[in-house]
Nanobody, 124 residues
Framework: QVQLVDSGGGLVQAGASLRLSCAASGRPFSSYAVSWFRQAPGKEREFVGGLTRGGSSTYYADAVKGRFTISGDNAKNTVYLEMNSLKPADTAVYYC?????????????????WGQGTQVTVSS
């Protein structure tokens, strides 16, 4: 099994950048498809972007396409979410999640492993 720990959130102004980290332990993250989700108060958990198992391709939700980038560092066993041009609408708790399938899913219910979440707050 893999354990995930999220970090890197904070309070920033609109237009700023943040990099979130998802540190994996127990097994290499490359053995899983890894995605980032977010959840704002009173809203459903929302797919942000995903990385296929082995890191061959990525996919992003329309709301973040062109602003957010997912990458992985095998040596550090860590997946990153680089967030640029942040908007107040990006305010949420961000979670990384992993599934043993090759392809990621936009359905959060299909993930077996979750980080604890990290708060991102963007002020206007």
């Amino acid at each position: 099994q893999v354990q995930l720990v999220d970090s890197g959130g904070g309070l920033v102004q609109a237009g700023a950048s943040l990099r979130l980290s998802c540190a994996a332990s127990g097994r290499p993250f490359s053995s899983y498809a890894v995605s980032w989700f977010r959840q704002a108060p009173g809203k459903e958990r929302e797919f942000v972007g995903g990385l296929t198992r082995g890191g061959s391709s990525t996919y992003y939700a329309d709301a973040v396409k062109g602003r957010f980038t997912i990458s992985g560092d095998n040596a550090k066993n860590t997946v990153y979410l680089e967030m640029n041009s942040l908007k107040p609408a990006d305010t949420a708790v961000y979670y990384c999640a992993a599934t043993a399938t090759f392809q990621f899913s936009i359905n959060h219910r299909l993930y077996d492993y979750w980080g604890q979440g990290t708060q991102v707050t963007v002020s206007s």
